[in-house]
C-alpha cells in the first residue's frame, strides 16, 4: 500500500463527504464550513484510488487553517488511521484537532495523538417529548419564519424568551437557539420554549439537536427537562510534535 494526502477542491471529496454524513447519525457541526468556505480540504489516496478525505479549518481565525475538524476513511482502509492520519498532519501542517466526540473515528485520533485536550461544548440530542405549560403562556410563531428570532414566548402581551433555528447543518438535523429575559429565567419560560421549537422541528421534517457551553450549567439542566440528552462534546487537543520526531540513532 502506497498512502497519499494531497489537498484539492471541495469537488474533489464530495462523494466521500456524502459517505460520511450517510454514515453519521448525529449533527455535524462543521459541516456549515464547507459551504462558507471556511475549511481546506485534503484527499487520502492508495495507489491514486481515492480511500478518504480530511478537512482543516482555523482554531481562532477562520483564515487560517491550522486545526483538523474532518477525517473519515473507507472502512476497509480504517485499520491504518493512525498511519494516513499521521500523513494528513504532515501535509496540512496542522497543530490542533478540535471535534465531536461522537465522530469516533476523528475523536479517537484526538485522544491518542494529541495533549492538554479540553471540552468545549456539550452536544444535545432529541430523547423524550414533554407536555409542560405555564398559565397564559403562549408560543408564538412570527409571520416571517426567517428572522433570527422567528419564535417566541408571549404573556400578557410580553415578549418573555425567543428562539430559532439554524439550518446550515447536515440534513435532518436542525439546530435550536433561544434565550429568556434574564430577570424571568428560572421560571419555566425557556423549558417551554424549548419544547414548542423541538415540536416545530418535526413539523419541518427536522431532527431537532443542540449545544451549549460545558460551563453553562443553566442551559444545560434547561435541555435535560425539555427532553434532550447528551450526545457528545465538542474537544480540543494540540498535536504531540514529539510523536512525529524520529529519535536519533548513533
Partial sequence: MKFDVVKVQEIDIESHRRLFLAEAKFQFVYN?????????????????????????????????????????????????ARQIFELFIKASGAGFVECQTNDILLAG?????????????????????????????QFVKSKNADEWNAYSIQKDGEVIATGGFIL????????????????????????????????????????PAARCNVNNHASKALL???GMRVCGYIIMGEIINE????????
Avoid at 482554531?59 to 480504517?78: A, G, H, M, N, V
Avoid at 510523536?243 to 548513533?250: A, D, E, N, Q, R
Fill in 168 to 207: 446550515n447543518y447536515n440534513f435532518p438535523y436542525i439546530d435550536i437557539y433561544y434565550e429568556v429575559k434574564e430577570d424571568l429565567r428560572r421560571q419555566g419560560y425557556g423549558v417551554f420554549l424549548m419544547q414548542e421549537l423541538k415540536k416545530e422541528a418535526y413539523r419541518l421534517n427536522r431532527v
Fill in 32 to 80: 456549515k464550513c464547507h459551504g462558507a468556505g471556511w475549511v481546506d480540504t485534503y484527499l487520502f489516496k492508495d495507489n491514486d484510488i481515492p480511500i478518504g478525505y480530511g478537512s482543516v479549518w482555523g482554531k481562532d481565525k477562520r483564515e487560517e487553517r491550522d486545526t483538523i475538524c474532518e477525517f473519515f476513511l473507507d472502512k476497509p482502509f480504517r485499520k491504518h
Fill in 109 to 137: 485520533m484526538a485522544f491518542e495523538l494529541t495533549k492538554n485536550i479540553n471540552a468545549e461544548a456539550i452536544l444535545f440530542e432529541t430523547a423524550f417529548e414533554t407536555a409542560f405549560a405555564i398559565d397564559d403562556a
Fill in 224 to 226: 435535560l427537562k425539555a
Fill in 243 to 250: 510523536l512525529f520526531i524520529s529519535p536519533v540513532t548513533f
